[in-house]
């Protein structure tokens, strides 16, 4: 998973700084192997959204897929207060600065946000958590609101929906398939 994520962010061709991650799919079809080979392809591209595969390959056949929405050119609107909510789950994760900025390194996602002195959680490291968590390989996630460092982050499980919360503020939801 992390190599996909990798190939993912290190796509020379293409530069999603100052872009956040609306929602993402990820699927494994096959067991990891050592000779996966990655390619991407940008399937949307305008001035607000961005869609993009990236495939994993092991002999000419797909092992994984990682399908990302980016919203392209985000200007931050005068905030607007989220409802904040009671029921917020169980503890699930507290993520530290200092993974955030070891899996910013190791995935080669160098965004500012992430590198910041109160940064925000990347959406694929929430996600490759929740995939250790849930033992699953076909999940989509859509997020919400930022996570940023060293705040708890609850979970609530609603059949295959997985609720994430931080500060009682509904963050993401994940379809597990």
Request: charged letters at 25%; one cysteine or more.
């Amino acid at each position: 998973m992390i190599d996909l994520f990798r190939a993912f962010t290190t796509k020379e061709d293409f530069f999603y700084d100052g872009a956040f991650i609306a929602k993402i799919k990820y699927q494994r079809f096959q067991s990891k192997s050592d000779k996966e080979t990655y390619k991407n392809e940008v399937v949307k591209n305008n001035r607000r959204l961005c869609v993009i595969n990236c495939n994993g390959y092991v002999d000419n056949e797909i092992a994984e897929t990682l399908t990302v929405y980016l919203m392209m050119n985000v200007t931050v609107k005068e905030s607007i207060q989220p409802e904040i909510i009671e029921d917020t789950g169980t503890l699930w994760r507290n993520f530290s600065k200092e993974e955030i900025a070891d899996f910013s390194h190791l995935t080669g996602d160098t965004n500012s946000i992430h590198l910041t002195e109160n940064p925000v959680v990347q959406g694929m490291f929430i996600l490759k958590e929740l995939c250790d968590t849930t033992q699953t390989n076909d999940i989509e996630v859509k997020y919400i609101h930022p996570i940023y460092g060293c705040n708890p982050v609850y979970i609530k499980h609603e059949g295959n929906l997985i609720k994430g919360f931080s500060n009682g503020i509904l963050c993401f939801q994940a379809t597990m398939f």
